[in-house]
């Protein structure tokens, strides 16, 4: 039957397996030695070691793989009368295609420039 207190949380296995690896020991001598419960911080050693949990863990952002967007809005920031464009532009890179006119603003383009780059 097993012995000793139990682990409380992944705070508490964190701070014991970083003391028995500080003692030189394995984690199951390393509970004994100090009263806590062998088995309970040996799954929290298998548990973390799952999620390659050699670094404290941190709140989850956006951690995920990063994936090419299907799809960029662009939303024009300001509104402005131009005149009707005399030429249409059609810029296909990499599958990407960007159609614009003699009245597109220089930042409008910029944008789009930023966002192809970015891919």
């Not at 394995?26 to 999620?51: C, E, F, M, P, Y």
């Amino acid at each position: 039957m097993a012995s000793g207190r139990k682990i409380e949380d992944e705070r508490d296995a964190r701070r014991c397996l970083l003391a028995a690896k500080r003692a030189g020991l394995s984690a199951g001598d390393w509970a004994r030695t100090q009263g806590i419960d062998g088995r309970s911080l040996h799954a929290w050693k298998v548990n973390l070691g799952r999620r390659g949990a050699t670094a404290p863990r941190r709140p989850r952002e956006a951690k995920s793989a990063p994936t090419k967007p299907a799809l960029v809005e662009l939303v024009p920031t300001e509104r402005t009368v131009q005149p009707t464009a005399s030429c249409r532009y059609v810029l296909e890179v990499g599958g990407a295609r960007v159609e614009f006119g003699d009245d597109v603003s220089v930042a409008t383009l910029r944008r789009v420039l930023e966002v192809l780059r970015s891919c």
